[in-house]
């Protein structure tokens, strides 16, 4: 069981390795929708400060929506994913693993740029630590809810447009959360609550996605 | 009476088409009543003035907007437990006019708000959740219209739906308590104010006729879905010759 759930991980970050181009999009792709917002609303460094968190994790959102539509398309064209849905195993280990690689691809360099990205918003150390802490937890969550709108729209035309419709609502708890751990650190409120409270979305996230998305994609390919 | 005997397609259109006109009769009426009794028989509020009218027509949507979307996710999930044509086509029948309320609560919550508070919005706990249940009703109707086969499209969006549906009381609860952190404005509506009882009186038929209104636009829409989905079928063709 755990052999398969690894080699689904391993073969996603492999193929993500071989193709650095599509991958480096995304996170390109979240460097600059961040960087774009001091140009809109200026530059002044108490302003930026206020709305940084909240910019940085929209923008994770927004990267991790880019890449989604590819976690089952490319193996839904080429017939692989019918054969890993006839497997033994059962299929949402199939799904927790594509949600999993999804995230080790995407998720993990988002956490070592937000950092840079949380300097030029003028965030001091401990916010940027707790920026780093939530996005940690809360990726995972974009990751997983993410799969399931990947199954739902698996093989329709306009299918990536789509995807951010179905999901992005689905996020507001994460981003509330997130960003809200980020602020209690900047506002002396503290930020164990929303981390908690953070930690908890993951868990249901964990549970029941998985199970979701594995029943999308039989919806979607049979 | 067996219950059963309607799950059928063949045996619901014709059920459909007789109730229709019934539905559709009381929700007219109802409104009337509903609509004479706001506007003629309660009292001018003495704080929001005539402003307050708004209300009969505000809360009933939003109630509705919600209780839809609630018996959508029910008929969601019946149909992927024992796989009813119909469960789907009630489901999907349902959608628009859920989506119909939340723009109806929100623009209504905008022309009351404007007077009362000097905003057509603000990032209140309920009016955010009601925006993203707005959402939620496009994604939907959305995936469904997205995708060709009607099969497909049944499940996958029963499947949106009941995710939604575990959804709505975590995005609801995260929502309320981002309002109250940031403190942003100091109005509530929590703080319902005591009414009068014609008032109560006139929201309570309104709704009513607003439940009227649903269910008659909606067994209307679910029969034009079910012969689409039957045109093949005898039945169908009969009941399409003689229209024709």
Known sequence: ????????????????????????????????????????????????????????????????????????????????????????????????GKAIAHWIINGIPLLLIAPLLGIQFNLPTEALRMLVLSLAIGTPILSLLGSIGAALTLGLRGGGALVTLLILPLYVPALIFGAGAVEGVLSGTGSEAHLSLLGAFLMVSLLLAPWVSAMALKVSVE | MNWYHYASPSTFYPLAGKLVPWFAVLAFILTTVGLYISFFVAPTDFQQGEGYRIIFIHVPAAWMSMFIYVVMAFWSAIGLAWNTRLSFVMARALAPTGAMFTFVALWTGAFWG?????????????????????????????????????????????????????????????????????????VSLARAPSMAQTMLWGMLVMALAAWMYTLAVALARARTLILDRERRTEWARAVLEVKA
């Open chain 2, 114 to 186: 404007k007077p009362m508070w000097g905003a057509w919005w603000v990032w209140d706990a309920r009016l955010t959740s009601e925006l993203i249940l707005l959402f939620l009703y496009v994604g939907v109707m959305a995936l469904q219209a997205a995708i060709d086969d009607p099969r497909r499209a049944d499940r996958a969006g029963a499947l949106l739906n009941l995710v939604g549906v575990i959804n709505v009381p975590i995005i609801y609860f995260s929502v309320t308590w981002w309002n109250t952190l940031h403190q942003g404005s100091s």
């Open chain 1, 1 to 96: 069981m755990l052999k398969f759930l690894f080699t689904v991980i391993r073969r996603d970050v492999l193929l993500a390795g071989r193709r650095r181009g599509d991958w480096l999009t995304a996170q390109f792709f979240f460097v600059m929708v961040v960087s774009l917002f001091p140009l809109g609303v200026g530059p002044e460094p108490g302003m930026l400060r206020i709305i940084g968190p909240g910019v940085v994790w929209v923008a994770a959102l927004l990267a991790s929506l880019l890449s989604l539509e590819r976690m089952f398309a490319d193996d839904y064209r080429d017939g692989t994913l019918e054969h890993m849905l006839l497997s033994p195993y059962p299929n949402t280990l199939l799904t927790l």
